[in-house]
């Protein structure tokens, strides 16, 4: 199991998700992909999700064949994910629902992708037909998992989604803080976005090690500056600012040497903190 989740932001879409493969009789954890780039040659697009992540590759796997450094109008990978999803569950899942299987397995897909049009957010139900993200978050895996990226997302986003180039940050927050409070679901989060445009950013790099927020230290300082601005003490004020002004100095230096994408270099002076 595992947690994945989308938004769509002001100029394009990101999708986080965590990276750890749990399974068998003892629930062995290993870290693996859960975000997979199905790039055809005319766009970006790339599939996400939770459940049973043998069926996420298969499905995966499918579709790459498929489209993948192809030219592909959108219609057609939607038909082609719809097809792959509907496969699975028609050939492997229901049947074992319908033996009395305990704990049969699942998997929920959700797509991102560029072609042709502006960058967009669809969820993939178990019958094939896929339908336009209508909540932001949207949300797929255990309960607990999304009840946590979804508290804290609304705390983060009271005034609406960010762009994309803010979100990937505050996506990996989500995943590591998610988490922390929700079983199966760990490892190093791993986010993509689409710019409407069809530039993109990737960060899909599986370790078992979740690693820090890159948010983290910017929290941290938040409570101590708002104490300095009550108690009028400029000295304080003016220290605890220099030091999340590091943080987020430090942020970006990650972020610049970290990216695929070279929008994102070219862009960095449009994060807004």
Known sequence: ?????GFRCVDGVVLCT???Y?????????PGPKIFPVHPLNGRAYIAGSGDTSYLSSIAAEIIEKIGE???????????????VRDIFKRDIIPLRKSGDPNPPTVDILLAMQVGEPAKLYRVKETGRISPANTNPVCSGMESGEAAIKAIASILFQDGIT????????????IISTGDHAMYCGGAPQVVGVSDQGDYWEHIYPSSQPGKSPLSDMFLYLPSILNAIA????EALEMFISAMDDSIKGIRDVRKKNSQAKWLKKNLSKWTW
Request: net charge positive.
């Open 1 to 5: 199991m595992t947690i994945a989740a």
């Open 22 to 30: 749990s399974g068998g009789q003892y629930q062995a954890k290993s």
């Open 163 to 174: 762009s994309i180039y803010t979100m990937p940050a505050i996506a990996m927050h989500l």
């Open 231 to 234: 108690d009028r003490d400029d």
């Open 18 to 20: 965590d990276s750890e």
């Open 70 to 84: 192809k030219r592909v109008r959108a219609e057609r990978v939607k038909a082609v994910v719809g097809a792959a």
